[in-house]
């Protein structure tokens, strides 16, 4: 049963990892598989010139698996030519190794930001408005005043209302003591992974949506990833670990915010420092539903929050 | 100036009402609020005008429009769309919108400028584009695509360019200025001039 679940769980990852290796002269190369999923190698190489990659290509995760087809520019004499070596399976194997749990976990709620101004800035407008129309009859440019006061509104609370950078969610999750940890991260259309961070697997949300994946064509980097319309999440292996919880102390960042679960009760504990023992329980909110949801009864669990406007989410089972 | 205030209320009302509703959840990311706020002003702008229309509600629209077309970008860029997309499809929207009021104001002029433009407002501005949406909407299962001679007719009209920028692309292709329908209300304002020229 754990290994059925465990093969489908890898099957369901919309990236998939190809030995390549690409001979100049080429510029921007690109790869598809899937149709409106494309990876592009910025950069270029020329004549003479061959680089070995494992690149990942966007499957589809139900469908078959055949050679990806390739394009690229400033290549006159179609000289420049790519090698396919074949698929890599590590992730794969280093992704299915994990407890069936802890792979199952529910995936954050991710959603667009709601840019929808607030109704009391309609009013404020219209107030604008009515008193540019007053000011009409003074002179052509007295209502300027007015109408200026309603851009700057405007423009401020519809800036207030911008989140600026996307929101990445990241969720780190443990399971029993010293067992392995998962970094989740997950965005709304666009997901920005660092090269030490690259996706053992990712999902997304339509599962068919298009994904187009930029990375640099010399060398091994980070992986800018964008699914228009769709939440995308990545999951990979945390190593080394963030380190260890348990009622005696932790040692992986400074929490904000901790719920414990212990006999089957939620506690709020407030903020927890590192290197402190567990703060008594206190009167707080009660622990995010999607973080709660899905867990099996019994074990300990902690939940926590880091400080910041981006935090990380933490959620810990015990033995 | 009382039924001219009154619609020129409505307008602003249209133009306010869409940015404050939850489009994100209705429809993509890539739909500009900032044209979409800039309709109504367009339609507005492109009306055929009569010789008694006043020409301070035309003044006193640029300073309504503003606060509009500023949180209409401000939106737009709050959807994570480039500063030259949104630039271009607010921009453009606006410049078509001073271009056909002052060429429906100049055609007003003259009687003969009068005609023209309302000819062409019916033919071209608001008639083509109109038909070919009827075309390709509701006929277009039992015609077909629209004919040729169609598109060409609706391609200068000022109401294309702003369907056709409804949607920021998503590929990155920036979007083009409105040289056709900006030529248009040029060739309409000419029109209109040469007439009062030869009476004079």
């Known amino acids: 049963m754990s290994c059925a679940l465990a093969l489908l769980l890898v099957l369901q990852s919309r990236l998939a990892w190809a030995r390549y290796e690409l001979h100049g002269p080429m510029s921007e190369p690109a790869l598809e598989l899937v149709a409106g999923s494309s990876t592009r190698l910025t950069g270029a190489l020329l004549a003479g010139e061959h680089v070995e990659r494992l690149l990942p290509v966007v499957v589809d995760p139900l469908g078959s698996r055949g050679e990806p087809r390739w394009t690229w520019s400033e290549d006159p004499d179609r000289a420049g030519r790519a090698r396919f070596l074949g698929w890599d399976h590590e992730a794969e194997m280093q992704w299915s190794a994990l407890p069936p749990g802890l792979r199952a976990r529910p995936r954050p709620p991710v959603l667009p930001a709601d840019t929808t101004p607030p109704l009391a800035l309609f009013f404020l407008l219209g107030g604008a408005a009515l008193a540019s129309v007053g000011l009409a009859r003074r002179g052509r440019l007295a209502p300027l005043v007015p109408s200026l006061a309603g851009c700057v509104l405007a423009w401020w609370f519809a800036g207030a209302a911008n989140p600026g950078a996307p929101l990445t969610w990241t969720v780190l999750e443990g399971q029993g003591g010293d067992g392995p940890w998962i970094e989740v991260r997950a965005a709304w259309e666009t997901l920005a992974l660092p090269a030490e961070a690259t996706a053992l697997v990712l999902a997304s949300e339509p599962e068919a949506a298009p994904i187009s994946v930029v990375t640099k064509l010399a060398h091994a980097d980070g992986l800018d990833l964008r699914a228009p319309g769709a939440a995308l999440t990545s999951s990979r292996v945390c190593d080394p670990a963030p380190g260890r919880i348990d009622a005696s102390g932790q040692d992986c960042a400074d929490f904000e915010a901790v719920w414990w679960r212990a006999e089957g009760e939620w506690t709020y504990r407030g903020a927890w420092s590192r290197g402190q023992a567990l703060p008594a329980a206190r009167l707080g909110d009660p622990p995010p539903g999607w973080l709660m949801n899905g867990l099996p009864q019994g074990p300990r669990v902690c939940l926590a929050r880091t400080a910041g406007p981006n935090p990380r989410w933490f959620r810990d089972l015990g033995p | ?200």
């Open chain 2, 1 to 200: 100036m009382k039924r001219g205030g009154l619609g020129l209320a409505l307008v602003w009302l249209l133009s306010a009402a869409p940015l404050f509703l939850p489009w994100q959840a209705i429809s993509g990311r890539d739909l500009s609020p900032g044209a979409l706020a800039l309709l109504p002003w367009l339609v507005w702008a492109t009306l055929p005008r009569s010789e008694l229309d006043s020409r301070r509600l035309d003044a006193l629209a640029v300073w309504l429009a503003a606060p509009l077309f500023v949180l209409g970008l401000a939106l737009d860029r709050a959807r994570d769309h480039t500063w030259s997309d949104s630039l271009l499809v607010c921009g453009g929207a606006a410049l078509l919108v001073f271009a056909y009021a002052w060429s429906a104001q100049r055609c007003a002029r003259t009687r003969r400028g009068r005609r023209i433009y309302a000819g062409a407002w019916f033919a071209l501005i608001a008639g083509a584009p109109a038909l070919r949406a009827t075309f390709e909407g509701i006929g277009g299962a039992l015609f077909g695509p629209a004919p040729v001679w169609l598109n060409v007719c609706a391609r200068p009209s000022p109401l294309s360019w702003w369907h056709g920028h409804l949607h920021v692309p998503a590929s990155g292709i920036g979007p083009g200025l409105p040289w056709a329908a900006l030529g248009l209300a040029l060739v309409l304002a000419l029109l209109a001039g040469r007439e009062q020229e030869v009476r004079a």
